[in-house]
């Protein structure tokens, strides 16, 4: 299918969003009038412009307050109208988004606002333009789409037309199913965004928090199933209106929109092969675009750590401490393999200079995950719009398979059977004669990484990490830090690892606090979490120090025996419990600037990640950091 | 009265927040829960840091989910309030806030929510501890203080009173009227926190967005009016969770917090002196600090730019086309005064290096406003926290009263009387043989001033310039930049000069973009907008060009004439209409990186600023600068 974006959804000037648009490889645009009129370009040269980028103009959004108003006002109004339809003629664009009326002079009887809408679809018609009648979801008369077509119907023009909003339709919690009713020829535009559920009054919630599909809670699958099934056949185009996406950088924004459609294509297609022959036929024009299917990742087949010369030692020590050894060396580069249990960290001496701005201290920057098809992974990834890495970045370098994740990370894909000829661990020389704690307690694996983002592209990572390794998104939350807010999602296979926890300043404070103030950390899983907490510090390490305050707190909420709290305290061991399921985890001290690791044992089913500890845990590391 | 604040209000360690809280010269402060618990110091040690600042702990808070349960949650309930009774005696507080319940186990019966709340009053007396019950205003069943007050009144015990919180009562349109009904010796505690009126879910909205009082939309002055005639006695304290506080120097927001108990202090005394004998006798204990009564602003006598030596001439040129003229020059000081009618403007070709971050470009650095008394001015400004300038920083020598505001600005009181012995004109040596064009078209003096907001001080720079200049905010709206939205706020006399437009990205984008990315400028009035225009075009400067495509939007959306149109299109001037009121403006370019000059013309009581036009303008920009 085509694949559109409203101009608003990305920052710039329209010469700037159209180019964004076109690089990041749309077919099409909706010109937002304020773009437009905020434009030196008179309108034959947008029209010039779009067509030298390989873009249509697909539609020209929005004409507002037009129905329901006396004779007086009709004329005025249209009059206005057919300015704009001039003006469209000359973008070349034939649809045109008219909305819903909201002004508190219009009145609400649908055979004067049809009539109305009657008369301008046939004041359109010289212009070869039709309408595109929408319902907003706090339209003062209209305010869901059934009603928009029951009034389109009656006007019975065939140049009117609705335009379905799935926000609008969303949010109300209208039932999509009805689109199915509709003939797909008068679905004349389809505009999509997703949306957080967010407590809020819908407009204000609108304006500000729509997002791309897949980023938000609305199953944006099922209502293009419902669109497509009706037989309407033009673009997927997005219309969102976002604080951030409108301050970010627009190349970047497109390519994360234009991802967030390869996705939701692909998943419509999919949910049509699970429907088989009860699924009603697509109109001819359309078909669907498809990735090559997910290879969910199945766990982390390595993390690696990279850690710049003053750092390397403290890091060493404290996977040491954890009873980690050093097993293997890389054949050519300067990197280690340390292991213990399933959990294998590769740690990389050289400087963590590519992709990461925070080139001077020691960072998580690399994860290997486990998929069955490596090369089918990658060609999904690269279908994602993912960058695929350079070989040189490779610190295993039979892996031929990496792509850089939003946040610089570079994430590579690994066979779970070596036999498929890509064994990562090949690239690693005999055991060592392993430096390290081989008496340690062993650790059953990686239990999730906590990468924290740049403030921009939050829900780029998540919707990179959700569609590129085929996880799960929670519906996150939100964490009191010290120093503010924290926004926090986190993403897993099902609930079980390869776990990724994303975190990031709920407000914006610049690239240099977002790399700086936020940490990121590996957390290792176990089934004694007092076992390890002991090896670790025989091994020389203490814990993160947690305050005395916290567990006098936990003893008078809970029911565990003062003797454990009196344990969980000498170590550090902070505790959560959901339903049947608790949580025990400690911490390393900060090793490099932002860089911990984490011990983490679940009991019950517990799937969280103790988000309830995590501003006792940032307090701990801001003293720490102060002494 | 007392000044207490919340710890919750404020960033940074608790150590940290009580050195703020006490710095800027609060009484006393609450103890937010989770402030403790994520300390290392124990209980006995804040106790002691409080004494040493010299602050008292006058509320721990708070207790969650107590009443309407079973028995046997009773008492696990009663268990787990001891063991906070005991840190409360430690902590050496002794009025604990219980919220009205919000759990899904609650039944709410008043009878069993009172019996159950004696207990825990009986429970608490042997500790020396009062209970302060408050209906939260997303209370499961007690969601209204009046409910909250039965509910005390019913149980009956001595050690029960209610908390009063401005936000829970105003945010639900609950008359607080009704306060004057309890017995002011059962109001154990008061919190107060503004708030903007947002569409929102009142649990969202309470959580991100309260104010200190003066900087949102509840009449404080009123509220409080009614609690200290009921006859409370106790603190007025802040209880403020605000997403940008949270995030931002504790120093700076305790200052702005303090300002904010001070304004508010001083308003409810005024609103008495206005009731005169009507008003109800104060509590013996209750005295209410009175500030130097406001003067008022009535204008400007000047603005100051600074413009380094890359600039200064084309500043100048931009001032003679606008038909100012260099009429005197300061006798020790590379200062100018330039003047058209009304309009002063100070020209400091030093470099602006002070207070500011951006001293390489040109910048509004100091305002001059005219009022009747600046002596007394000076005195309320001080009292308000506004840091006095010191002499060096004055560039007109006789004003003897200058104060700094949030943003870096000077501010100047000058005399309306010169008579007064502060005449600032007589630093300047006689007129000068003017340079400029003397055959400009008058101007009827400086009609607002634009100043860009570092992100986090908004709501401050928006309370000092209303307590301090004694101006009426507006309601603020948001603009759409090309690179995100900008929040906007006017102030003004009553809808008069001295006007200021307080603007910040509505998204902190960190300090770097904050200075660089908005600009500053100055409006002048005038009585001809076309003439003004005209003059400025003879004298070679050349409007910022707005783009036709704005003038075939106006064409078809107004009932303009073509011909009147046409002319604004050639001089640049952008329209607006109010009501009865227009309002037609232009602009020139940037002068220097961020500063430019704009002129405007108000008919027909028009009192906007062409908020409707600011994406144009900024987007005007956006292109120029990109030429």
């Given at each position: 299918?085509?694949?559109?974006i409203?101009?608003?959804?990305?920052?710039?000037?329209?010469?700037?969003?159209?180019?964004?648009?076109?690089?990041?490889?749309?077919?099409?645009?909706?010109?937002?009038?304020?773009?437009?009129?905020?434009?030196?370009?008179?309108?034959?040269?947008?029209?010039?412009?779009?067509?030298?980028?390989?873009l249509?103009?697909?539609?020209?959004?929005?004409?507002?307050d037009?129905?329901?108003?006396?004779?007086?006002?009709?004329?005025?109004n249209?009059?206005?109208?057919e300015?704009?339809?001039?003006?469209?003629?000359e973008?070349?664009?034939d649809?045109?988004?008219?909305?819903?009326?909201?002004?508190a002079?219009?009145?609400?009887?649908?055979?004067?606002?049809?009539?109305?809408?009657?008369?301008?679809?046939?004041?359109?018609?010289?212009?070869?333009?039709?309408?595109?009648?929408?319902?907003?979801?706090w339209?003062?008369?209209?305010?869901?789409?059934?009603?928009?077509?029951?009034?389109?119907?009656?006007?019975?023009h065939?140049?009117l037309g609705?335009?379905?909003?799935?926000?609008?339709?969303?949010?109300?919690?209208?039932?999509?199913?009805g689109?199915?009713d509709?003939?797909g020829?008068r679905?004349?535009f389809?505009?999509?965004?997703?949306?957080?559920?967010?407590?809020?009054?819908?407009?204000?919630?609108?304006?500000?928090h729509?997002?791309?599909?897949?980023q938000?809670?609305?199953?944006?699958?099922?209502?293009?199933?419902?669109?497509?099934?009706?037989?309407?056949?033009g673009?997927?185009?997005?219309?969102?209106f976002?604080?951030?996406?409108?301050?970010?950088?627009?190349?970047?924004?497109?390519?994360d929109?234009?991802?967030?459609?390869?996705?939701?294509?692909?998943?419509?297609?999919?949910?049509?092969?699970?429907?088989?022959?009860?699924?009603?036929?697509l109109?001819?024009?359309v078909?669907l675009?498809?990735?090559?299917?997910?290879?969910?990742?199945?766990?982390?087949?390595?993390?690696?750590?990279a850690?710049?010369?003053?750092?390397?030692?403290?890091v060493?020590g404290?996977?040491?401490?954890l009873?980690?050894?050093?097993?293997?060396?890389?054949?050519?580069k300067?990197?280690?393999?340390?292991r213990?249990?399933?959990?294998?960290?590769?740690?990389?001496?050289?400087?963590?200079?590519?992709?990461?701005?925070?080139?001077?201290?020691?960072a998580?920057t690399?994860?290997?995950?486990?998929v069955a098809?490596?090369g089918?992974?990658?060609?999904?990834?690269?279908?994602?719009?993912?960058?695929?890495?350079?070989?040189?970045?490779?610190?295993?370098?039979?892996?031929?398979?990496?792509?850089?994740?939003?946040?610089?990370?570079?994430?590579?894909?690994?066979?779970?059977d070596p036999?498929?000829?890509?064994?990562w661990?090949?690239?690693?020389?005999?055991?060592?004669?392993g430096?390290?704690?081989?008496?340690?307690?062993?650790?059953?694996?990686?239990?999730?990484?906590?990468?924290?983002?740049?403030?921009?592209h939050?829900?780029?990572?998540s919707?990179?990490y959700?569609?590129?390794?085929?996880?799960?998104p929670?519906?996150?939350?939100?964490?009191?830090?010290?120093?503010?807010?924290v926004?926090?999602?986190?993403?897993?296979?099902?609930?079980?690892?390869?776990?990724?926890?994303?975190?990031?300043?709920l407000?914006?404070?610049?690239?240099?606090?977002?790399?700086?103030?936020?940490s990121?950390?590996?957390?290792?899983?176990?089934?004694?979490v007092?076992?390890?907490?002991?090896s670790?510090?025989?091994?020389g390490?203490?814990?993160?120090r947690i305050?005395?305050n916290?567990?006098?707190?936990?003893?008078?909420?809970?029911?565990?025996e003062?003797?454990?709290?009196?344990?969980?305290?000498?170590?550090?061991?902070?505790?959560?419990?959901?339903?049947?399921?608790?949580?025990?985890?400690?911490?390393t001290?900060?090793?490099?600037?932002?860089?911990f690791?984490e011990?983490?044992?679940?009991?019950g089913?517990?799937?969280?990640?103790?988000?309830?500890?995590?501003?006792?845990?940032?307090a701990?590391?801001?003293a720490?950091?102060?002494?």
């Amino acid at each position: 299918m085509r694949r559109s974006i409203a101009t608003v959804s990305l920052s710039g000037t329209l010469e700037e969003k159209l180019g964004a648009a076109a690089q990041a490889g749309f077919d099409g645009v909706e010109i937002f009038e304020n773009d437009l009129i905020g434009s030196a370009l008179p309108p034959r040269e947008v029209r010039a412009l779009t067509e030298s980028l390989g873009l249509t103009i697909d539609l020209y959004q929005p004409f507002r307050d037009f129905e329901g108003v006396n004779e007086a006002r009709l004329e005025r109004n249209l009059r206005r109208a057919e300015a704009k339809f001039a003006l469209m003629v000359e973008l070349g664009v034939d649809v045109m988004l008219v909305c819903s009326s909201v002004s508190a002079d219009s009145t609400g009887e649908d055979a004067r606002s049809a009539a109305q809408l009657h008369r301008l679809a046939e004041a359109a018609a010289p212009f070869g333009v039709r309408i595109a009648y929408e319902a907003l979801a706090w339209g003062r008369w209209v305010d869901d789409y059934r009603h928009a077509w029951r009034i389109a119907r009656l006007a019975d023009h065939p140049g009117l037309g609705v335009c379905l909003d799935s926000f609008h339709i969303l949010s109300r919690g209208h039932d999509p199913a009805g689109i199915r009713d509709i003939p797909g020829d008068r679905i004349f535009f389809l505009q999509l965004a997703d949306a957080p559920l967010m407590p809020m009054d819908v407009l204000h919630w609108s304006r500000h928090h729509r997002c791309f599909p897949g980023q938000g809670a609305f199953d944006l699958t099922e209502f293009t199933g419902h669109v497509l099934a009706a037989g309407y056949t033009g673009p997927l185009s997005l219309e969102v209106f976002n604080d951030v996406f409108r301050a970010s950088d627009p190349g970047r924004t497109a390519a994360d929109a234009l991802r967030s459609l390869a996705v939701l294509e692909d998943e419509v297609g999919r949910a049509r092969d699970l429907e088989g022959t009860k699924a009603p036929p697509l109109r001819d024009a359309v078909e669907l675009t498809r990735l090559p299917s997910p290879t969910r990742a199945r766990g982390y087949a390595f993390v690696e750590v990279a850690a710049p010369g003053h750092s390397v030692q403290r890091v060493r020590g404290a996977l040491a401490a954890l009873g980690f050894s050093h097993t293997r060396d890389h054949r050519s580069k300067p990197v280690q393999l340390w292991r213990n249990g399933d959990a294998h960290v590769l740690l990389n001496a050289t400087d963590p200079q590519l992709g990461h701005t925070w080139s001077d201290e020691a960072a998580v920057t690399a994860l290997g995950v486990e998929v069955a098809d490596a090369g089918k992974a990658m060609r999904r990834a690269e279908r994602l719009l993912a960058p695929k890495l350079p070989r040189r970045r490779d610190p295993a370098e039979s892996v031929l398979h990496a792509v850089a994740a939003p946040d610089g990370t570079s994430v590579f894909f690994c066979p779970s059977d070596p036999a498929e000829g890509e064994d990562w661990l090949a690239d690693f020389s005999s055991p060592a004669q392993g430096s390290g704690g081989t008496d340690g307690v062993p650790l059953t694996g990686i239990d999730h990484v906590g990468l924290f983002q740049p403030f921009d592209h939050f829900d780029e990572a998540s919707l990179f990490y959700r569609s590129v390794l085929g996880l799960d998104p929670d519906d996150g939350t939100e964490l009191a830090a010290p120093d503010g807010l924290v926004r926090s999602r986190a993403l897993s296979r099902g609930g079980a690892s390869p776990r990724i926890a994303l975190n990031a300043s709920l407000l914006g404070r610049g690239p240099g606090r977002d790399a700086r103030g936020g940490s990121q950390h590996v957390a290792f899983g176990c089934e004694d979490v007092f076992a390890v907490a002991r090896s670790m510090r025989r091994g020389g390490i203490e814990p993160l120090r947690i305050p005395d305050n916290y567990y006098a707190d936990l003893a008078c909420r809970t029911d565990l025996e003062p003797v454990t709290i009196e344990h969980m305290r000498e170590h550090g061991i902070l505790y959560d419990r959901a339903g049947d399921g608790e949580f025990l985890h400690f911490y390393t001290p900060m090793l490099d600037g932002r860089l911990f690791l984490e011990v983490v044992q679940r009991k019950g089913g517990y799937r969280g990640y103790g988000a309830a500890n995590s501003p006792f845990r940032m307090a701990a590391q801001r003293a720490e950091a102060s002494r």
